[in-house]
T-cell receptor, first 114, second 111 residues
């Protein structure tokens, strides 16, 4: 049982390039989330999904897109990377119902946009 | 929108000292409250959580937190810290799938 995994672990992009971050979970969780972590700002929710085929905007969605084609995977896309998107990205998942909102986090992806 | 405030950005303690980290939130409805810990180079791990019932919640590694509804607070405590508690601690509040994290408190424990 691997829990929540993220690929890649680290990536360097040039401004304007695109990339996709992959999150996978093997806990049969309904809900999945993408956060970014910046110094002094904690974690901020980018997008989340409450089930396969659904996505919703979080606190800071601009510049990102997501897809949840399979229940176990949640993809985060950057169409045209900007230096402001330099951050550490964390994926999380949870069962999602009212008594099971505890989120389990992946190891993170460190992204540097030059 | 709800928000979470952690007033201490960096706390430095000696081993065996007592710890209290503050967390306040701004939301009037029903909330679920969490403390997560992030050890150096690692991902976030759940320390403890409060959903309902006894407002004094005990978590792993000797940590506890008290939910005081009237003060909108969920402070984290540990009677005697260890060097291995050096980490960043995040308070989080969830309401209707809107999860908000505080900015985090970095704890450094000197041996």
């Amino acid at each position: 049982n691997a829990g929540v995994t993220q690929t890649p672990k680290f990536r360097v992009l040039k401004t304007g390039q695109s990339m996709t971050l992959l999150c996978a979970q093997d806990m049969n969780h309904e809900y999945m989330y993408w956060y970014r972590q910046d110094p002094g700002m904690g974690l901020r929710l980018i997008h989340y999904s409450v089930g396969e085929g659904t996505t919703a905007k979080g606190e800071v969605p601009d510049g990102y897109n997501v897809s949840r084609l399979k229940k176990q995977n949640f993809l985060l896309g950057l169409e045209s990377a900007a230096p402001s998107q330099t951050s550490v990205y964390f994926c999380a998942s949870s069962f999602g119902d009212a008594d099971s909102v505890t989120q389990y986090f992946g190891p993170g992806t460190r992204l540097l946009v030059l | 929108a709800q928000s979470v405030s952690q007033h201490n950005h960096h706390v430095i303690l000696s081993e065996a000292a007592s710890l209290e980290l503050g967390c306040n939130y701004s939301y009037g409805g029903t909330v679920n409250l969490f403390w997560y810990v992030q050890y150096p180079g690692q991902h976030l791990q759940l320390l403890l959580k409060y959903f309902s019932g006894d407002p004094l919640v005990k978590g792993i590694k000797g940590f506890e937190a008290e939910f005081i509804k009237s003060k909108f607070s969920f402070n984290l405590r540990k009677p005697s810290v260890q060097w291995s508690d050096t980490a960043e601690y995040f308070c989080a509040v969830n309401s209707l799938n809107d999860m908000r994290f505080g900015a985090g408190t970095r704890l450094t424990v000197k041996p």
